[in-house]
């Protein structure tokens, strides 16, 4: 069992930067591939970034690509989310998620937590 707390979210301006983190506690965080999910209103649940176990693999969605970076610290069981140059279509919900697998896949994660809310005005 991994239980994940997000944290971080809030009101923000547009061309502004917040950074998410996730604590986990429960089973070896280090073992799991993490990722951000996010969900607007009226939207479906979309991949936004993951990582591999071990930091070197990393993989952004392309709406995201070259603004959020992805990191975590396996020392401190935290997994973070880096969000830069935010534009107000990136208002939503975000989720972070564990998957009990070696690589970043785009679904099928096994936990998840209970999302921070970032909503970035114009």
């Known amino acids: 069992q991994v239980q994940l707390v997000e944290s971080g979210g809030r009101l923000v301006q547009a061309g502004g930067s917040l950074r998410l983190s996730c604590a986990a506690s429960?089973?070896?965080?280090?073992?799991?591939?993490m990722a951000w999910f996010r969900q607007a209103p009226g939207k479906e649940r979309e991949f936004v970034a993951g990582?591999?176990?071990?930091?070197?693999?990393?993989y952004n969605a392309d709406s995201v690509k070259g603004r959020f970076t992805i990191s975590r610290d396996n020392a401190k069981n935290t997994l973070y989310l880096q969000m830069n140059s935010l534009k107000p279509d990136d208002t939503a919900a975000y989720y972070c998620?564990?998957?009990?697998?070696?690589?970043?896949?785009?679904?099928?994660?096994?936990?998840w937590g209970q999302g921070t809310q970032v909503t970035v005005s114009s």
């Open positions: 998620a564990a998957g009990n697998f070696q690589v970043v896949r785009l679904g099928g994660y096994d936990y």
């Open positions: 429960g089973r070896i965080f280090s073992s799991y591939t």
């Open positions: 990582i591999d176990w071990s930091g070197g693999i990393r």
